[in-house]
């Protein structure tokens, strides 16, 4: 198990090196200056607005590292030879995708913590105290990005680096777009091809709408723990699963 | 201990865009013995990086089956015996050669307490102390296949699979390499050379190897190779090239200079060439064993 935290702390050095980083302080930057606009508003209005306004681009900025990070790594790695001295080391191919993949997620929550401490911040001045809810609409929003890493490092196990973004990216348009809501449209379809993708989208995709707790946060209702618990084993087992696949895909990979 | 690498009846066919195929390896069988300098020949696209890359598990093998210290290759745990240097190796740019040397040292599986003095040890033998902290991405080619063969060297891997060593290297360099793999060698450790420098080859290894489209056409030491075709090679004075015509069907080869002519013939029609010579009355100035070079034998069997 060494090995794999070796390929991750790697990762994680790697990634941080990319330029995709930039787009993070832009978006911090963006926010804290949309921020100012908001004082047309009455007071709750213009917290409600902030926390969906850094709701949103804390998800928004995990969707777009994770699918940016993810879908590249590997492919990247065998593009530019770096792969063949790691996979001479006496390491399981599955060791590799598992350290990919704990250091693009790890990097991906890096990137969201910085942005939810930033965020945090912003709306206690505005707010005069800070929202603790946050932190949990944080980790949810890593789990989702979790995820997405999780499928976009399974697609690129078997595609290039552009087909893996591209796939990656509606699956993250699917699973956001409320799949149930999706599957039943085609479910309704008087075409039997369509109530076929419908049911597989439903079973395959994740539904990435359930880690997204911008709501709660913004109104202030409370979310059951159970639910959160639910949703948590939800996006533990998805992503399990998705690595695991990636693993097994890699493993009878020639590269 | 069983042989470091043992290949039997490899062949590998990879599938090409449509129903189209191309087999790299043909029934490939080798033998490599513990602590030999084993070079493996072959022109561009012979199948030697296949059959690495078959060795190292990167690729799989369509038939036959290959085996390191006698476990299968497909076995992780028998690559911590295993040193590779890749063809033109390639890092990642922003590590500096400790780093990554320890992260390969880790890979390897020694202990973090052994990791900075495994390190050391191998940036001392290939003399990169100096650029210890200079990242990968600064440093010249050169000094960056040094580094490679240092990453091989991490963990002191009792087989190390080195492709083009030499590649990048100035003659310094290249007599550094040399001289590392002859200790190495002295050390015990069997060193699996693939290269297209035949002098280095000719020099270095014990056992040499020559493949062609996928196929073994020579196997053994690079003398065994080289004497199947010895030349005598005779000196004379000039003469005119009308009369020497009738040496011709000897297979005599004959070049004519300025002050001398030169025949060059198989050991086994030297006799007859020497009566030609007498019965044209032509002097012998002098009469020398040319051996052929590995070179030389190489184009022979890879043409």
Not at chain 1, 86 to 100: D, E, N, Q, S, T
Not at chain 1, 191 to 207: D, E, Q, R
């Amino acid at each position: 198990m060494k090995s794999v935290w070796v390929i991750a702390r790697l990762s994680i050095l790697e990634n941080s090196r990319k330029q995709v980083f930039h787009v993070l302080c832009l978006i911090m930057l963006a926010v804290i200056a949309g921020s100012t606009l908001l004082s047309i508003f009455t007071e709750g209005v213009k917290i409600k607005m902030l926390k969906d306004l850094c709701m949103t681009c804390i998800l928004f900025a995990g969707a777009v590292l994770s699918i940016g990070l993810a879908s590249t790594g590997i492919p990247n790695d065998i593009d530019s030879r770096v792969v063949y001295p790691i996979l001479a080391r006496p390491i399981a191919r599955w060791h590799y995708v598992f350290g990919k993949f704990l250091g693009t997620a790890a990097t991906v929550a890096l990137a969201i913590a910085a942005l939810s401490v930033v965020f945090c911040a912003l709306i206690y001045c505005h707010q005069g105290h800070i929202d603790s809810f946050l932190a949990t609409a944080a980790l949810f929003a890593m789990l989702e990005a979790a995820v997405i890493s999780a499928v976009a490092i399974t697609l690129s196990t078997f595609t290039s680096t552009a087909v893996a973004a591209l796939l990656s990216f509606m699956v993250y348009l699917f699973g956001t777009i409320k799949i149930g809501y999706l599957s039943k449209v085609l479910e309704k379809s008087p075409n039997s091809i369509a109530k076929t993708c419908g049911t597989v989208l439903y079973h395959v995709l994740p539904n990435l709408e359930c880690f997204n707790l911008k709501a709660a946060l913004v109104h202030g209702n409370s979310v059951p723990i159970s639910y959160l618990l639910l949703v948590f084993s939800y996006g533990v087992c998805y992503t399990a699963f998705a690595v695991g696949a990636a693993a097994l895909i890699f493993r009878g990979r020639e590269v | 201990m069983a042989v470091p690498i043992l290949t039997d009846n490899l062949s590998k066919t990879y599938k090409l865009p449509g129903k189209q195929t191309r087999k790299a390896l043909d029934g490939l069988s080798i033998e490599v013995p513990e602590g030999v300098i084993f070079g493996f020949l072959g022109p561009n696209g012979a199948g030697k990086t296949t059959t690495i890359k078959i060795l190292l598990d990167f690729i799989r093998p369509t038939s036959g089956t290959a085996s390191l210290f006698g476990q299968s290759t497909d076995n992780p745990a028998v690559r911590r015996l295993v040193g590779y240097l890749p063809e033109q190796p390639y890092f990642h740019k922003f590590l500096k050669p400790t780093e990554l040397l320890s992260l390969h040292a880790s890979l390897c599986g020694i202990p973090s307490r052994a990791v900075k003095s495994a390190v050391t040890t191998a940036l001392e033998r290939v003399a990169m102390t100096h650029y210890a902290d200079t990242p990968i991405g600064k440093l010249s080619k050169g000094l960056t296949q040094r580094v490679g063969i240092a990453q091989a060297l991490v963990g002191n891997p009792k087989l190390l699979i080195l492709d083009e060593p030499t590649s990048g290297l100035d003659p310094i360099g290249r007599r550094h390499v040399r001289d590392l793999l002859i200790e190495l060698k002295r050390e015990g450790h069997t060193i699996f050379l693939s290269s297209h420098l035949l002098s280095e080859v000719e020099n270095l290894c014990d056992i040499v190897a020559v493949i062609k489209n996928g196929s073994l056409v020579a196997f053994g030491p690079p003398e065994q190779i080289r004497n199947a075709t010895t030349y005598i090679r005779v000196y004379t004075q000039t003469a005119e090239i009308d009369c020497l015509e009738r040496l011709r069907f000897l297979g005599v080869q004959i070049e004519q200079q300025t002050d001398r002519m030169i025949f060059r013939v198989e050991p086994e029609k030297a006799y007859e060439l020497f009566r030609a010579l007498e019965q044209l009355g032509l002097q012998l100035l002098r009469v020398e064993t040319e051996r052929e070079s590995l070179e030389e034998a190489f184009l022979r069997l890879a043409a």
